[in-house]
């Protein structure tokens, strides 16, 4: 731990933690990079996923704020959404503090190419023009159904639930591809602060390096939700390919290398 007092170690640190936030205002996976950049320091497992919880936590409300404030998310309409979020990211944090859960990484890399594919070949995986902005709340049972596993899975294990979460928003509510960061980026805030109170009550928190790399993130995710909402699809699409793709990737590096 005695890396934390070197001026090079924050200087990385600082520059994982913009783009990592740059990268989650997009289309999600800033984990990717943040928590392989905790763990590298010889934080325990368990701590790194709470202190990488505290940074993204000020990532993820700089990218909703963003949204919000150019009309992209309503929170009014999703009521049941930021409920079973909540619900889910408690329970996957409590499993993932229980158990190992090795299991997953070797499946998750098939899970995000299967993403990456599908977005490659499916013409309006990104929305199309044809698709509006909701104007009432979708159904509470569909709400929940996307919800809660999606907030259980963040609260679980974290990478990828930006693209998850935009991907199934697009297709399962036929949003906006901007609409669909909107409301990815507001639930991604809703499970990463969920999933911060319990590794907090748990004692798994670094708070000063979780502030510090906070700091870059918001900076990061301003800049990055702000690139997004100017230049639209044409930046989106091939952005969110080749950040699932890298995704994928790491993780099936780490999983299966």
Known sequence: MDLLFEPSTWAV???????????????????????????ALG???????????????????????????????????????????????ITGTFIVYLIDNHWLEKLLPLMIMVIAVYTLLKPNAMGCSQYTPLMKPASKLKQWLQGFPLG????????????????????????????????????TLTSNFTSLVIFLTLGQVNIIIGLSMGLCMMLGSFIGARTAIKYGIQFIRPAFIILVLFIAAKLAWDAWV
Do not use: E, V
């Open 152 to 187: 259980f899975y963040d609260g679980f294990a974290g990478p990828g639930t930006g693209a998850f979460w935009t991907i199934t928003s697009t297709g399962y509510h036929k949003l906006p591809i901007l609409h669909s960061c909107g409301l990815a980026r507001a639930m």
């Open 13 to 39: 640190l600082t520059a994982i933690g913009f783009l990592a936030g740059f990268i989650d205002a997009i289309a999600g996976g800033g984990g990717l990079l943040s928590i392989p950049a905790l763990l």
């Open 43 to 89: 934080i325990p497992p368990h701590t790194a996923l709470g202190t990488n919880k505290l940074a993204a936590c000020f990532g993820s409300s700089m990218a909703a704020y963003t949204y919000y404030k150019q009309n992209l998310f309503t929170p009014k309409l999703w009521y049941y959404t930021f409920i079973a979020t909540f619900f889910g990211a």
